[in-house]
């Protein structure tokens, strides 16, 4: 009973490995089937190139983003909810501890992240002056 068991088992293993191969048209472990597996999968152009079809272009070069857009997109999922613990924007509470460790600190947590926080918040494109505006529009919400 294992025997046919183990061969029922191989057979199926086996007709996927060949179905998979078989729908790609390119014999398993072939030099077509690894450049296949291993094609890239996306491309970007720089400013000033030709983009092909298919290709993302870079966003243009243009006025800096408001404090308001970068919280809104980067800052907002933790900070009106305290997700991982986030000071939430408009309570004054949750900043309390934070203001008086001073706004050097401040700023190097924005930078860099603390606990949970990513460095930046996630927008590795904001600049510093983005991400100030965003800091001052949360602690604008303090007022």
Request: a negative charge.
């Given at each position: 009973?294992?025997?046919?068991?183990?061969?029922?088992?191989?057979?199926?293993?086996?007709?996927?490995?060949?179905?998979?191969?078989?729908?790609?048209?390119?014999?398993?472990?072939?030099?077509?089937?690894i450049?296949?597996?291993?094609?890239?999968?996306?491309?970007?152009?720089?400013v000033?190139?030709?983009?092909?079809?298919g290709?993302m272009?870079?966003?243009?070069a243009?006025?800096?983003?408001?404090?308001?857009?970068?919280y809104?997109?980067?800052?907002?999922?933790?900070?009106?909810?305290?997700?991982?613990?986030?000071?939430?924007?408009?309570?004054?509470?949750?900043?309390?501890?934070r203001?008086?460790?001073?706004?050097?600190?401040?700023?190097?947590?924005?930078?860099?992240?603390?606990?949970?926080?990513?460095?930046?918040?996630?927008?590795?494109?904001?600049?510093?002056?983005?991400?100030?505006?965003?800091?001052?529009?949360?602690?604008?919400?303090?007022d």
């Amino acid at each position: 009973m294992n025997k046919l068991f183990a061969a029922v088992a191989t057979l199926v293993v086996l007709s996927f490995v060949v179905g998979s191969a078989e729908a790609r048209r390119v014999p398993p472990g072939t030099d077509a089937d690894i450049a296949e597996r291993i094609r890239p999968h996306g491309q970007v152009c720089l400013v000033g190139e030709e983009c092909g079809e298919g290709v993302m272009a870079p966003m243009a070069a243009g006025e800096p983003r408001s404090g308001q857009q970068i919280y809104d997109r980067f800052c907002a999922a933790c900070h009106t909810t305290g997700a991982a613990g986030a000071p939430v924007t408009g309570r004054a509470d949750d900043w309390d501890a934070r203001l008086d460790q001073g706004m050097d600190t401040l700023w190097d947590h924005t930078l860099n992240g603390i606990g949970a926080m990513p460095p930046k918040g996630t927008c590795m494109d904001c600049s510093d002056e983005e991400l100030q505006a965003s800091l001052d529009y949360m602690l604008d919400a303090l007022d």
